[in-house]
């Protein structure tokens, strides 16, 4: 009933930026649930990098704190997540997440050289 499709990753040099989009479709009820971003490094576990309530307020992983805003666009149903001063620490896949629906999106590769 709910998609999720992540766009905006590529290969960026450290100091970089980058935006991602997250378009939800299908029976979601977007404007009401809380949407998170996450990441998955080489190797490592998925890790939330960052989340946004119905309501607008925002929570950060301390690591990208600073660097990384998300933000919603009710109308669109789509979730974005700007992405500033990239480092290659933050290389990994980012997958967008509906947790009130269980529901994720297929990812899309974010990658930092130095």
């Known amino acids: 009933q709910v998609q999720l499709v992540e766009s905006g990753g590529g290969l960026v040099q450290a100091g970089g930026s980058l935006k991602l989009s997250c378009a939800a479709s299908?029976?979601?009820?977007?404007?009401?649930?809380?949407m998170r971003w996450y990441r998955q490094a080489p190797g490592k576990q998925r890790e939330l990098v960052a989340d946004?309530?119905?309501?607008?307020?925002?929570d950060y992983a301390d690591s990208v704190k600073g660097r990384f805003t998300i933000s919603r666009d009710n109308a669109k149903n789509t979730i974005y997540l700007q992405m500033n001063n990239l480092k290659p620490e933050d290389t990994g896949v980012y997958y967008c997440?509906?947790?009130?629906?269980?529901?994720w999106g297929q990812g899309t590769q974010v990658t930092v050289s130095s």
């Open positions: 946004i309530s119905s309501s607008g307020i925002t």
């Open positions: 997440a509906a947790p009130a629906y269980r529901s």
């Open positions: 299908g029976k979601i009820i977007f404007s009401t649930k809380t």
